[in-house]
């Protein structure tokens, strides 16, 4: 009856417009009416306390690292060394904009301004090149939410922070599987582009290649520092955000000098709204754990799933399903956010390692990203390229079944995660 109660209070909020932070608030009402503990002190101290937490001060930070790199010229110069090494080969833009969004997602890990800044530099290349524009967008949504997964990963923070799961493992753990979607991404391009005719563009020369690199090397330093710090348990995640917002503001507006002072204020401003879309939503999410918690809601799921328990990779399946259904109705962050403190104690109780689920679970959810009626990403494309949501769905499509079979790959062989993890984790 409590789960009801819940799922039919949010839902219902959601159907009538109510923003999703509200309606998290609306949901936490309706249970603690239910379980007679309606007291409006308790809803304002769960608020607070959710957005309490020293790791989610690592998301402000990166979300200035994202504005910082697309305003002050690192995506631009990612680019330009992704052509010098790809974009002479058949379907050659298609490989940039994976590669590019690789190199990217190292840099940020947010799915929205990764994919923002992609069709920004390149559908507009891809078009005048011959390339078929749904497709292309297709391929510049499905290229964003590699963002998710590899390190650094506003994602992870958040499924992390929800989960009590160590947020630097989660990094370690994903970029194998980050990687391996790309792969995957540009095997799907390759084949949707073999009976393309389009004009390759000459090779460029050993030196071009090497002039290209020497201008993409500061942007190319952040993720080995990053990630080498981390290894080196130099700093935390956390640190690591403030760490990534300093050195791009440094190489932006010192190296590069492409970003002024006079810009600025619009950097700091955009990264300030999306950081408090983000926290408020967090924050209101966290009233929903707590009373799903309350609520025994996980015990409840764990009863459901008692036939699945004593066989993991059919557990994972399920879960997998039923994840990659919500994730088709909701934001990734509503979804993180809900679903973990209801999965977690399930994937406990199975022996599953929460680090490995973590990455499957951030997959999913960044598949949804690009699955209709939402598709958070499929709007962005959709809005700069200035095509149909359906068209950019339309031209995803291929490369959604390239990723949903890494994520089976995933599910049925947990060494592809567990092995590379422990290696650079190796704690």
Same mark, same amino acid.
Not at 164 to 172: A, C, D, E, H, R
Not at 226 to 239: A, D, N, S
């Given at each position: 009856?409590?789960?009801?109660?819940?799922?039919s209070?949010?839902?219902?909020a959601?159907?009538i417009?109510?923003?999703?932070?509200?309606?998290?608030?609306?949901?936490?009402?309706?249970?603690?009416?239910?379980?007679?503990?309606?007291?409006?002190?308790?809803?304002?101290?769960?608020?607070?306390?959710?957005?309490?937490?020293?790791?989610?001060?690592?998301?402000?930070?990166?979300?200035?690292?994202g504005?910082?790199?697309?305003?002050?010229?690192?995506s631009?110069?990612?680019?330009?060394?992704?052509?010098?090494l790809?974009?002479?080969?058949?379907?050659?833009?298609?490989?940039?904009v994976?590669?590019?969004?690789?190199?990217?997602?190292?840099?940020?890990?947010?799915?929205?301004?990764d994919?923002?800044?992609?069709?920004?530099?390149?559908?507009?290349?891809?078009?005048?090149?011959?390339?078929?524009?749904?497709?292309?967008?297709?391929?510049?949504?499905?290229?964003?939410?590699?963002?998710?997964?590899?390190?650094?990963?506003?994602?992870?923070?958040?499924f992390?922070?929800?989960?009590?799961? &160590?947020?630097? /493992?989660l *990094?370690?753990?994903?970029?194998?599987?980050?990687?391996?979607?790309?792969?995957? $991404? #540009? =095997? %799907?391009?390759?084949?949707?582009?073999?009976?393309?005719?389009?004009?390759?563009?000459?090779?460029?020369?050993?030196?071009?290649?090497?002039?290209?690199?020497?201008?993409?090397?500061?942007?190319?330093?952040?993720?080995?520092?990053?990630?080498v710090?981390?290894?080196?348990?130099?700093?935390?995640?956390?640190?690591?955000?403030?760490?990534?917002?300093?050195?791009?503001?440094?190489?932006?507006?010192v190296?590069?000098?492409?970003?002024?002072?006079? &810009?600025?204020? /619009?950097? *700091?401003?955009?990264?300030?709204?999306?950081?408090?879309?983000?926290?408020?939503? $967090? #924050? =209101? %999410?966290?009233?929903?754990?707590?009373?799903?918690?309350?609520a025994?809601?996980?015990?409840?799921?764990?009863?459901?799933?008692?036939?699945?328990?004593?066989?993991?990779?059919?557990?994972?399946?399920?879960?997998?399903?039923?994840?990659?259904?919500?994730?088709?109705?909701?934001?990734?962050?509503?979804?993180?956010?809900?679903?973990?403190?209801?999965?977690?104690?399930?994937?406990?109780?199975?022996?599953?390692?929460?680090?490995?689920?973590?990455?499957?679970?951030?997959?999913?959810?960044?598949i949804?990203l690009?699955?209709?009626?939402?598709?958070?990403?499929?709007?962005?494309?959709?809005?700069v390229?200035?095509?149909?949501?359906?068209?950019?769905?339309?031209g995803?499509?291929?490369?959604?079944?390239?990723?949903?079979?890494v994520?089976v790959?995933?599910?049925?062989?947990p060494?592809?995660?567990?092995?590379?993890?422990?290696?650079?984790?190796?704690?």
């Amino acid at each position: 009856m409590t789960v009801l109660i819940f799922l039919s209070s949010l839902l219902a909020a959601m159907l009538i417009g109510v923003p999703i932070a509200y309606a998290l608030l609306l949901s936490g009402v309706a249970l603690m009416m239910h379980l007679d503990l309606f007291d409006a002190q308790i809803l304002a101290q769960n608020v607070i306390n959710g957005a309490d937490s020293f790791p989610l001060l690592a998301i402000p930070f990166f979300m200035l690292a994202g504005e910082v790199m697309n305003a002050g010229g690192l995506s631009k110069r990612l680019v330009q060394f992704a052509m010098t090494l790809v974009g002479h080969k058949r379907g050659g833009l298609g490989y940039v904009v994976v590669v590019t969004a690789c190199l990217m997602a190292a840099l940020s890990g947010s799915a929205v301004a990764d994919t923002a800044a992609l069709a920004a530099l390149l559908l507009p290349m891809m078009v005048r090149a011959g390339h078929d524009k749904a497709t292309s967008g297709g391929l510049i949504a499905s290229a964003g939410i590699i963002a998710p997964v590899i390190p650094p990963s506003i994602a992870f923070i958040i499924f992390g922070v929800a989960g009590n799961v &160590s947020i630097g /493992k989660l *990094f370690m753990a994903g970029i194998v599987p980050g990687l391996l979607l790309g792969i995957a $991404i #540009a =095997a %799907a391009w390759a084949w949707v582009v073999r009976r393309e005719n389009v004009p390759l563009p000459p090779k460029a020369s050993f030196r071009q290649q090497v002039s290209a690199f020497k201008d993409a090397i500061w942007a190319l330093m952040l993720p080995v520092i990053i990630l080498v710090g981390l290894k080196m348990g130099v700093f935390t995640p956390t640190e690591a955000a403030v760490v990534a917002a300093v050195y791009s503001l440094f190489v932006a507006c010192v190296i590069y000098r492409e970003l002024r002072l006079a &810009s600025l204020y /619009k950097v *700091f401003a955009c990264a300030a709204r999306t950081t408090a879309i983000v926290m408020f939503l $967090i #924050a =209101a %999410a966290m009233v929903a754990a707590w009373l799903i918690t309350v609520a025994d809601i996980p015990g409840q799921i764990i009863d459901i799933l008692e036939p699945f328990m004593d066989n993991p990779t059919l557990l994972l399946i399920a879960m997998m399903l039923f994840i990659l259904a919500v994730g088709m109705a909701m934001d990734m962050m509503p979804t993180i956010l809900i679903l973990t403190p209801v999965l977690m104690p399930v994937v406990k109780e199975a022996g599953i390692d929460p680090a490995y689920f973590g990455v499957l679970f951030i997959i999913n959810t960044a598949i949804g990203l690009m699955t209709p009626p939402v598709g958070t990403v499929l709007n962005v494309v959709s809005g700069v390229g200035q095509m149909k949501m359906d068209q950019v769905a339309r031209g995803a499509f291929p490369f959604i079944i390239a990723q949903v079979s890494v994520l089976v790959l995933l599910v049925l062989f947990p060494a592809i995660v567990m092995v590379p993890m422990e290696f650079l984790w190796g704690r």
